[in-house]
């Protein structure tokens, strides 16, 4: 059983950044791909972006490509979201997921979430 937590969400102003980290413990990390998706009031929950570490594969979905950069430590067992040039609707509840199943939409994992705000 794989535990996911997030940590590093806040309030930030737009232009801002922002670094979530998400620490994993239980599973195989570098057989895990590891993911973050958010999820604003209202919406849909959202696949931000998704990390895997053999074969290597990154995805961003376009909404964040360019100012989003995910980035895992096997030694560590965590992935983090750097989160650049932040705007309002960038809004939401921050989620880590993982699945073993080599799969984009399908996670078998989630983390509790971590809010973050982007206003002046």
């Known amino acids: 059983q794989v535990q996911l937590v997030e940590s590093g969400g806040g309030l930030v102003q737009p232009g801002g950044s922002l670094r979530l980290r998400c620490a994993a413990s239980?599973?195989?990390?570098?057989?895990?791909?590891m993911a973050w998706f958010r999820q604003a009031p209202g919406k849909e929950r959202e696949l931000v972006a998704a990390?895997?570490?053999?074969?290597?594969?990154?995805y961003y979905a376009d909404s964040v490509r360019g100012r989003f950069t995910i980035s895992r430590d096997n030694a560590q067992s965590t992935v983090d979201l750097q989160m650049d040039s932040l705007n309002p609707e960038d809004t939401a509840v921050y989620y880590c997921?993982?699945?073993?199943?080599?799969?984009?939409?399908?996670?078998?994992?989630w983390g509790q979430g971590t809010q973050v705000t982007v206003s002046s």
């Open positions: 239980g599973g195989a990390f570098t057989s895990l791909l």
């Open positions: 990390s895997r570490y053999w074969p290597e594969y990154t």
């Open positions: 997921a993982a699945t073993a199943r080599n799969s984009l939409h399908t996670y078998d994992y």
